[in-house]
């Protein structure tokens, strides 16, 4: 197929070609309008002419059929596409803002700024995984940054629908996407790993807190599979900056195996929101790469590692989030929780525990943070959250506490299900009939509203709890 014709002013099935806003490996980048859509549009064309790659045509069909799919504002909004037998194209949303390779000039940045940014990237993740897509391309110049805040991801040329056949794997040996950024599964040939995506946004983490690729930018496969052995220079050693809370979770984003990664994207983003959470191993401390020794015996072992990475994608790791009132709950209802909670932790054994308490603010007048005696309240209440949970027997990394603050105790959980994308909460109904007529029932409210399936447990034996 002859290369498309386009240029300034030519118009295609009413959208009328403004510029050419970027010129890449596999497609070209137009700005369009077209009566009546106020919106910011931009028109991709992949590169067809004679010596152009093959997989540019591949990548744009996947593209294709994936983008129409996607919602939510981690994605450009899809507006149209063209046939290939006539011309074909992708319109799709101009997204407002830059993009993280803007801030390519800047780094090394300040770690605390990492971690928000890849909190922010980590949550888009989520919202892809969720829709059943792999992104295999996450790179800054992918990435890009709403006005709002949020992070979009663009690009899904090596994109992997979970449910859509896979043509990249079906025509192609060689593995595709950005060398600095591709995990070792990826640079095997695996292509439905979720966690590929976790890796890679290790991969920007380490290069923005330290001004250093974690394995360089090789271009041979040898130097691709490298990473499968060596690991790379912890980031402490080159930035001292560098808390050991930050180097533990962009080290464990970079581990050989998926399966000692976060297990979701949503995990990632809560430890890199809530660094005083995370459990610290051995990798926080960590000031040098392995030995010779250590690094002979991992490279004489690809065996087992492409063992490891042949497996099955995990299944779902939820975030199971309780809401204890420490106030009023009983000790009938707090072993109902716990043993409503233990049981989802053994029906899904993958899942995080987020306990949360609520500090009801006044609505009129000023709080203080001590309480009569002296104690510093949100202080006191995460260890009473801590104690509460102990008989649970949960490990440090499967379990976080949280105290809110908040004049309405059912907004706050509400609020924190939603930004941390919580699959299940479990509370206890209020034990006073009473004070729940006359106040209302948080629990109530919570249920009525929750983006996630909720269990109200009741302390009386008798009772089943409902969800």
Request: aromatic share 6%.
């Given at each position: 197929?002859?290369?498309?014709?386009?240029?300034?002013?030519?118009?295609?099935?009413?959208?009328?070609?403004?510029?050419?806003?970027?010129?890449g490996g596999m497609a070209t980048i137009w700005a369009v309008r077209k009566s009546g859509t106020d919106m910011p549009l931009l028109m991709k064309v992949p590169r067809l002419a004679e010596g152009e790659d093959p997989a540019a045509i591949v990548g744009f069909e996947m593209e294709q059929m994936i983008l129409p799919r996607l919602t939510g504002p981690h994605v450009p909004r899809f507006v149209a596409s063209g046939d290939f037998r006539t011309l074909p194209y992708i319109v799709m949303e101009w997204i407002e803002g830059k993009s993280l390779h803007t801030r390519l000039p800047d780094l090394p940045l300040p770690p605390e700024e990492v971690a928000d940014i890849g909190a922010r990237v980590a949550t888009a993740l989520d919202a892809l995984h969720r829709q059943q897509v792999v992104h295999l391309d996450v790179k800054p110049s992918n990435v890009m940054v709403r006005p709002s805040g949020e992070m979009a991801l663009i690009d899904f040329g090596l994109s992997h629908h979970l449910q859509l056949p896979d043509l990249l794997d079906e025509e192609f040996r060689l593995p595709y996407g950005t060398a600095p950024y591709m995990a070792p599964e990826q640079v095997l040939g695996q292509r439905s790993e979720p966690r590929s995506d976790l890796f890679a946004l290790g991969s920007l983490m380490?290069?923005?807190v330290t001004g250093t690729r974690p394995f360089g930018d090789p271009q041979t496969l040898k130097g691709l599979k490298k990473r499968l052995w060596r690991d790379p220079v912890p980031p402490r050693k080159?930035?001292?900056?560098?808390?050991?809370?930050?180097?533990?979770?962009?080290?464990?984003?970079?581990?050989?195996?998926?399966?000692?990664?976060?297990?979701?994207?949503?995990?990632?983003?809560?430890d890199l929101r809530t660094p005083g959470q995370v459990s610290l191993t051995a990798r926080a401390e960590r000031m040098a790469q392995d030995g010779f020794v250590t690094t002979?015996?991992?490279?004489?072992?690809?065996?087992?590692?492409?063992?490891?990475?042949?497996?099955?994608?995990?299944?779902?790791?939820?975030?199971?989030?309780?809401?204890i009132d420490l106030n009023t709950l009983g000790e009938a209802a707090a072993d109902a929780m716990r043993q409503t909670i233990s049981q989802l932790m053994i029906a899904m054994p993958r899942a995080r525990l987020s306990c949360v308490n609520v500090l009801k603010l006044r609505r009129i007048g000023i709080d203080t943070t001590l309480d009569e005696e002296g104690e510093h309240?949100?202080?006191?209440?995460?260890?009473?959250?801590?104690?509460?949970?102990?008989?649970?027997?949960?490990?440090?990394?499967?379990?976080?506490?949280?105290?809110?603050?908040?004049?309405?105790p059912a907004d706050a959980i509400l609020e924190y299900a939603r930004s941390n994308h919580i699959d299940h909460i479990v509370m206890a109904a209020r034990e006073r009939s009473a004070m729940r007529s006359l106040l209302g029932s948080v629990s109530g409210e919570v249920a009525a509203e929750a983006p996630c399936t909720v269990t109200v447990v009741r302390a009386r034996a008798d009772e089943t709890p409902t969800g």
């Open positions: 197929m002859a290369a498309p014709r386009i240029s300034p002013g030519s118009i295609i099935d009413g959208f009328v070609v403004d510029s050419q806003v970027h010129k380490y290069f923005f080159l930035r001292p900056e560098c808390p050991p809370w930050l180097q533990e979770i962009i080290l464990r984003c970079l581990e050989v195996d998926p399966a000692d990664r976060h297990p979701t994207a949503a995990q990632l983003a809560l002979f015996k991992r490279r004489m072992d690809l065996d087992s590692i492409l063992t490891v990475n042949k497996k099955p994608a995990p299944g779902n790791a939820p975030i199971i989030m309780a809401a309240k949100h202080l006191q209440r995460l260890i009473e959250l801590r104690h509460w949970a102990r008989p649970l027997e949960l490990p440090d990394a499967s379990v976080t506490f949280h105290v809110l603050e908040s004049t309405s």
